[in-house]
């Protein structure tokens, strides 16, 4: 039986530099291994020089013979121009090429080590996933699970589309209170409202002892 899967790396690859303007910068791409699991099924794994993303398989829609296309992924630092940034604190961001034809289903694999998840105070749970539609960003399925020491989470799409994809978890918060830090309730006192309030009562009270000893005397 023929191959049904044809994909191919480092080709028609978009240029970024536009979206990405000054504040982000492409640190790392990767050209995956390509391996067919089935006659409807492939998987594009990438190298570790892409952090994160592990790999993108697909799965062949019902009534094609044939699947062409590009994959590539190139890992993001810092907050593309034309896109922005989900909410939350980012992961993982990457702009990844793939066919964009005859699919019907695409999984994004992650790998998150648990302690990068511990350094952000978060769980595998708490993760979002989300793909840029050109306009925003759509928060789209992932299921997590911990494995040994990482935490792989998986996100399902029903079509594919080269674009970004963010991996999130939730926004890191300070230890300050909303009325006051480090759980001071933010109360004070009178004597603190008014500077040197109470040695003025103290000196009025002197004097006043002075006042009436003077008279009796």
């Known amino acids: 039986m023929s191959q049904t899967f044809h994909l191919s790396t480092g080709v028609d690859e978009p240029n970024i530099s536009s979206e990405l303007g000054d504040q982000a910068t492409i ?3 990767s050209e995956p291994l390509i391996r067919s699991e089935s006659d409807t099924r492939s998987t594009a794994t990438f190298l570790r020089s892409i952090p994160i993303l592990r790999s993108v398989s697909f799965v062949k829609a019902n009534g094609f013979d ?3 296309g590009t994959v590539n992924a190139r890992n993001i630092d810092g907050e593309p121009a034309a896109t922005g ?3 939350g604190t980012v992961v993982s961001l990457t702009h990844v090429t793939m066919p964009n034809q005859n699919v019907s289903q695409v999984e994004l694999r992650y790998e998150v080590p648990n302690s990068r998840l511990s350094e952000l105070g978060t769980s595998g749970d708490e993760l979002t996933a989300h793909r840029f539609d050109g306009s925003n960003w759509q928060e789209i399925d992932l299921e997590s699970r911990e ?3 990482n935490t792989v989470a998986t996100a399902q799409l029903s079509s594919t ?3 970004y994809f963010a991996l999130m978890a939730p926004a890191v918060e ?7 830090q480090d759980g001071d309730d933010g109360e004070t006192s009178s004597d603190d409202a008014v500077p040197g309030f109470g040695i003025i009562v103290s000196l009025i009270a002197i004097i006043a002892i002075v006042v ?3 008279r009796r005397e």
């Open 27 to 29: 640190t790392s791409e």
């Open 66 to 68: 044939e699947f062409d």
């Open 85 to 87: 940034v989900p909410d």
């Open 147 to 149: 494995t040994g020491n």
């Open 161 to 163: 589309t080269t674009s």
């Open 174 to 180: 300070n230890g300050d209170t909303a009325t006051g």
């Open 212 to 214: 009436v000893v003077s």
